[in-house]
């Protein structure tokens, strides 16, 4: 009759995992909760276990053996299961909780996110929100995050992207600029006129408008100012700098006086989406809710112009 062993424990598996993600034993702690001394010694428990080498260890580094690449990408989904099962029941006795890290571009967050935050924040209460204002760029899979916001089109990549809307951008000036420059009544005349744009790039320099016949036009722009910060460009814009992208909702976030004036109204950019980036279909309860929670808010705010007066607030 043959003996079953135990094998490696799914907990010891799971510190593996997180190591191997993180590639780094302080981080992979830090995220479990755990003393540095005691995931190093599961880990040695677990290699003495399985009978082969699954890290390389240095003074400054750890990386994974090429079993160790193997069994981390086995191992993975079977730990990402076993976590979901566990939350899915929790979830019938008890609320969402924990610390939620979020990366969010500063000016979406400033148009969008106080009155999401406020909300959220309202409806789940043993949630901790960790939000970082950066766009730089995230590694889901080492940098223990558990969602990235971004806007416009994402490379593809080895995350999940779920779109939860979408920002439509028309050109703006203030009434200053234009009585003094023109107002121009065709893309093309736009070469002609000072323009803030993000960067020296092409692309950033080229905009593409869809007008009554939805056919896209390319238009060349410049100016000598150039910033990545959509706030700042519609500040700009308002102190007679040149004519901004901005976003169709934030015509109504003007509460000084200085509303600027629609530059070619009947043209538009296509819409960029609002995304958000996962590290896995099998989201936890926490992540599940804020998606879900900050979908259904940037649709109200988005769809109703009429924006609460906690987020015009913070755009002037």
């Not at 809307?165 to 107002?183: C, E, P, T, V």
Request: charged share 25%.
């Amino acid at each position: 009759m043959s003996t079953l062993t135990a094998g490696p424990l799914l907990n010891d598996i799971a510190i593996f995992v997180e190591v191997a993600r993180a590639r780094h034993f302080t981080r992979a702690a830090d995220a479990l909760g755990m003393p540095v001394s005691t995931v190093s010694r599961r880990i040695r428990e677990l290699e003495k276990e399985v009978g082969v080498a699954l890290l390389k260890r240095s003074t400054r580094n750890v990386d994974v053996t090429e079993a160790g690449q193997v069994y981390f990408e086995r191992c993975l989904a079977v730990v990402e299961q076993a976590r979901l099962a566990h939350e899915q029941l929790l979830d019938v006795a008890q609320s969402p909780k924990g610390r939620l890290r979020v990366s969010i571009p500063a000016s979406f967050s400033i148009v969008f996110m106080p009155a999401v935050v406020h909300g959220f924040r309202q409806a789940y209460p043993d949630i901790e929100l960790d939000c970082d204002l950066n766009i730089r760029h995230i590694d889901l899979q080492s940098d223990n995050y558990d969602c990235v916001i971004r806007v416009g089109p994402q490379p593809d990549s080895n995350t999940v992207a779920t779109v939860l809307g979408q920002i439509r951008l028309g050109l703006y000036a203030s009434s200053a600029y234009l009585d003094k420059h023109g107002r121009p009544k065709h893309p093309s005349e736009l070469s002609s006129h000072t323009c803030i744009c993000a960067s020296h790039d092409e692309s950033d320099r080229t905009w593409v408008l869809r007008g009554p016949d939805k056919q896209p036009y390319e238009a060349r722009v410049s100016g000598p100012v150039t910033i990545n910060n959509a706030i700042m460009m519609r500040k700009l814009a308002v102190r007679d700098m040149g004519i901004a992208a901005s976003s169709l909702v934030e015509r109504y976030l003007d509460t000084d006086g200085a509303r600027l004036e629609r530059v070619l109204p009947d043209w538009e950019f296509t819409p960029f989406p609002i995304m958000a980036l996962l590290p896995s279909r099998m989201m936890p309860q926490k992540t599940r809710v804020f998606v879900d929670f900050l979908r259904q808010e940037l649709d109200r705010l988005i769809q109703n112009p009429e924006l609460d007066r906690d987020t015009r607030a913070y755009l002037v």
